[in-house]
């Protein structure tokens, strides 16, 4: 029997505020672009260990990381339920996938898809067909497989401030994803019939607030990394800027750190320039004065040439009376 058969029994937190699942609505979400900022490793996972329980089917282990906040967590297990837990504008999908994230320091959160049954051929095909038939393996080898393939290629996500959708109903963080992943027809109808369905009311969404973040204006939703001699890897996608808040405007007002660069190179040779000026001219004048001080005074030079301008006899003063006259 499903756990979620008696949920109208649970207590403790269960039955108190900011509860999850709700539905998720864009009419009530306010944007949160680089507030809310989330990004999945895409490290490859080998193997997990599968279960089915009367929560749904489980997979333990190892099986990524993200980045949400600035802050770094682990992904210790996914959950895959159907129908959804959450609802898109009030509408349930076939199913939901949650995988469960922790902090080094305890923070949870849990990052969620809805899926629909299709046969198109997206990621997520593939995400399902390596664990849901095997689900109550001890052992599940995996090929080729990473927590991105869960994420839709749109990108785009709500979050808001929830709880575990089972007892004890613990604090978390919720980043649901606005676009549905598939699932092939077979493998649902291995999920119906290996894990009994049930999934938790939907619960009010009280004062808190529901925010949205639209991937064709904050960051790429992929946190990169080297996988040592894995080589089919994928650049990751350079970010846009979100022009929309007033961070964004502030850094888009500072120079860049080569421009920063230039200037300050430019500065000190400007400054060279001008004090190699100052040392020519200096040291020109004093050669002048040592070439020229012993033979003839600058001043009465000049004071004699305009006088014989203007007719006037020579003017000598008494430290050049020995010097001889011009006939």
């Not at 937190?13 to 998720?24: F, K, R, T, V």
């Not at 629909?116 to 095997?134: A, D, G, R």
């Not at 291995?190 to 204006?217: H, K």
Request: hydrophobic share 35%; charged share 15%.
């Amino acid at each position: 029997m499903s756990i979620y058969s008696k949920q109208t029994s649970w207590s403790g937190q269960c039955s108190g505020s900011n509860q999850s699942p709700i539905n998720l609505s864009q009419s009530i979400a306010k944007p949160c672009n680089l507030s809310c900022d989330f990004k999945m490793d895409d490290g490859q996972v080998t193997s997990g260990m599968g279960m089915i329980s009367d929560e749904g089917l489980l997979l333990f282990g190892n099986l990524g990381s993200c980045k949400f906040r600035d802050t770094t967590y682990q992904c210790r297990a996914l959950l895959v339920n159907h129908p959804s837990h959450h609802t898109l504008e009030g509408s349930p999908a076939d199913g939901e996938v949650i995988a469960y994230f922790e902090s080094p320091t305890g923070e949870k959160l849990h990052v969620s898809s809805l899926f629909k049954v299709s046969s198109s051929q997206t990621p997520s095909l593939k995400f399902f067909q390596q664990f849901i038939p095997y689900g109550s393996s001890n052992q599940i080898a995996l090929n080729d497989w990473s927590l991105t393939q869960m994420v839709p290629s749109d990108g785009s996500y709500y979050t808001y401030e929830g709880s575990s959708i089972v007892p004890p109903c613990s604090p978390c963080e919720w980043v649901v994803f606005k676009s549905m992943i598939n699932i092939d027809q077979g493998d649902f109808a291995t999920l119906v019939r290996t894990a009994q369905a049930g999934s938790r009311n939907i619960q009010p969404l009280g004062t808190r607030e529901l925010f949205f973040n639209d991937s064709n204006t904050s960051s790429s939703y992929l946190l990169m990394r080297p996988l040592g001699k894995n080589k089919n890897k994928k650049p990751e996608p350079l970010k846009k800027a979100d022009l929309k808040t007033t961070e964004a405007k502030e850094r888009a007002k500072e120079p860049s750190l080569a421009s920063k660069g230039i200037a300050h190179v430019s500065n000190y040779t400007n400054s060279y320039i001008i004090l190699l000026f100052y040392i020519v001219f200096i040291g020109a004048a004093i050669v002048l004065l040592w070439y020229h001080g012993n033979k003839i005074h600058i001043m009465t030079s000049i004071y004699n040439f305009f006088r014989r301008l203007f007719g006037k006899n020579e003017y000598y003063p008494p430290i050049l009376e020995n010097t001889p006259r011009p006939l």
